[in-house]
């Protein structure tokens, strides 16, 4: 990743902070190089203030640290992305975010369980991982782990408990997505036919 600061006078580069698990922005601060090295070697989001001239980790007194996931540059070279997993609220007025909208869209939540959890426990299994101890086992039996939570959840689906019920959907949803992976299947190409089925 390459990043030219020369291209502002003062050599700072707006820096969009983005919380890797719902895709919202969170914020927009200001990095210079050294800014940007100590974000890399510390792993939490450190800006320029402008204000102070100094450089500021956010969260460095309330923290509420922004632990940054993935850096990216524009095709311009000229502002910084981050994604960033936030230990608490964002704005100094308390919000979640700097803008108007909530943090919410906890959608894509259900991409990085399958490609930064689930994935792991496959391509690094681990003995005490109940994950990695069905991939082991092998594609009948994680398919055979979806119908079971299927028929769970629509027993659950004709009682009045409604806390039973979203744990069971949620069982349902995270064998699907261990099935998915077992067939290297991404969920994105599930949403894709999705999309494609229900075009505006």
Same mark, same amino acid.
């Given at each position: ?21 719902? #895709?919202?922005?969170?914020? &927009?601060?200001?990095?210079? !190089?050294? !800014? ?20 500021? &980790? *956010? #969260? ?20 910084? /992305?981050? *994604?960033?997993?936030?230990? #608490? ?20 939540? /259900? ?12 391509? %690094? ?8 101890? /069905?991939?082991?086992? #092998?594609?009948? *039996? ?9 028929? %769970? ?14 744990? %069971? ?15 290297? &299947?991404?969920?994105?190409? &599930?949403?894709?036919? /999705? ?6």
């Amino acid at each position: 990743m390459e990043l030219d600061f020369s291209k502002s006078p003062d050599g700072l580069l707006p820096a969009v902070i983005q919380d890797k698990l719902t #895709g919202n922005v969170l914020m &927009v601060g200001y990095m210079n !190089a050294e !800014a940007l090295e100590a974000t890399r070697s510390s792993g939490k989001a450190t800006f320029f203030s402008r204000s102070k001239q100094r450089l500021w &980790v *956010k #969260g460095e007194t309330s923290g509420n640290f922004l632990f940054v996931r993935e850096i990216f540059a524009d095709c311009d070279q000229d502002t910084i /992305l981050i *994604k960033a997993e936030p230990a #608490g609220p964002v704005c100094h007025t308390g919000a979640a975010t700097c803008f108007e909208p909530k943090n919410e869209g906890k959608a894509l939540f /259900l991409n990085y369980l399958q490609k930064e959890i689930i994935r792991v426990r496959k391509n %690094e299994p681990s003995d005490s991982s109940y994950t990695s101890k /069905l991939f082991a086992r #092998g594609i009948n *039996k994680v398919a055979q782990k979806v119908g079971e939570e299927a028929v %769970e959840v629509v027993i659950e689906a004709k009682d009045q408990n409604d806390d039973l019920f979203r744990n %069971e959907v949620a069982d349902l949803v995270f064998h699907l997505l261990v099935l998915l992976e077992q067939k290297n &299947v991404d969920l994105d190409e &599930v949403i894709d036919v /999705l999309r494609e089925r229900h075009r505006p």
